[in-house]
């Protein structure tokens, strides 16, 4: 089955820095990759994700990167707020209809205000 | 849009009862709903897969008499957690997709289940 790595397990940044989550995974034939971000008490919220056929996909402050060939994908967080602040989980699953996703470990990532 | 609820939010119960967890999509019909388990400080364990109308597909090591899961229309979707113990205590969050062409999972609120 699939099998995937996140790091780093905490990260702190200054308020306006950058904060990049990577991760592995390990099954060559997983072709979606979301990033959720969850806070205390709540369910994962969904914030970016990308598709095998696309090496990086943006979405204002948030970005995402995929190495197909390396088999590993990352976050990216340019001008970090306080409200970023959460546990960050990457994802890998073989596609559509039944196939559930693998999680990574999860990153919890503190802005220092 | 691709709004989950989970109901209740928190449950405390005896040990020995049962619970019943319940998922819905609410702006959207769900072919696949999964069920996971999350204990705190840690990521979320696919616990069953369960599609509509049909039997749940559960994990290696989660016993499908002990946590009963029914998808009994395109929105819904209840876990049970029968005879519960102490070790059942745990943040249960579901997840929904809509339609068997589509990527994207939508999580519930989550649904935080103490048993004492």
């Known amino acids: 089955g699939e099998n995937v790595e996140q790091h780093p397990s905490t990260l702190s940044v200054q308020e306006g820095d950058s904060a990049v989550i990577k991760c592995t995974y390990s099954?060559?034939?997983?072709?979606?990759f979301p990033w959720y971000k969850q806070e205390l008490g709540k369910g994962p919220q969904l914030i970016i994700d990308i598709r095998s056929n696309v090496g990086e996909k943006k979405d204002q402050r948030i970005a995402v990167t995929l190495n197909k060939t390396a088999k590993h994908f990352s976050l990216h967080i340019t001008e970090t707020q306080p409200e970023d602040s959460a546990v960050y989980f990457c994802a890998a699953s073989r596609g559509t209809g039944r196939r559930a996703l693998t999680f990574g470990s999860g990153t919890r990532l503190q802005v220092q205000p | 849009g691709a709004v989950v609820s989970q109901h209740p939010s928190r449950v405390i119960c005896k040990s020995g009862t049962s619970v019943k967890i319940e998922c819905r999509s609410l702006d959207f019909q769900a072919t696949t709903m999964f069920w996971y388990r999350q204990f705190p400080k840690q990521s979320l364990m696919l616990m069953a897969t369960?599609?509509?109308?049909?039997?749940?597909?559960?994990e290696q090591g989660v016993e499908k008499d002990k946590f009963l899961i029914n998808h009994a229309s395109l929105t819904l979707s209840t876990l049970t957690v029968t005879s519960a113990h102490p070790e059942d205590s745990s943040f249960y969050i579901c997840?929904?997709?809509?339609?068997?062409?589509?990527?994207?999972?939508?999580f519930g609120p989550g649904t935080r289940l103490t048993v004492t």
């Open positions: 997840s929904a997709r809509a339609g068997q062409g589509n990527y994207e999972q939508y």
């Open positions: 099954d060559s034939a997983s072709n979606y």
């Open positions: 369960s599609n509509e109308g049909s039997k749940a597909t559960y």
